[in-house]
């Protein structure tokens, strides 16, 4: 299927693709999930966050097929005290990071 494209690929045939049932296209996914996972799990290590947020338009398309590979990445690089931070997917996937920031003047913020 991500042969037939005709732009190119992008991460959301790329997901579709996975969706459909294209074993290259899993792979694909499953890699990107793992690699974020060790990104993830080397965040973890070294500042111990509350929580991690993921949000983005490419996330909104493509946390659900990569989930699974980055649970693998953190479960497998992260220290036992880290290992079980949250991990959140954000509903804000194009706002969240503009919310935010605005939030930080919001004349009720503490």
Known sequence: ?????????????????????????????????????????????ILDPGAVVLVGGVMSKLYTPVSHGIDRGIRENALSNVAHTPLIYSQYADTGAALGAALLFHPQYP
């Open 1 to 45: 299927m991500l042969s037939d494209v005709p732009n190119g690929n992008t991460p959301f045939s790329v997901a579709q693709a996975s969706k459909d049932g294209d074993k290259i296209a899993q792979k694909v996914v499953d890699e990107i999930g793992h690699k974020l996972g060790i990104g993830i799990a080397n965040y973890l290590n």
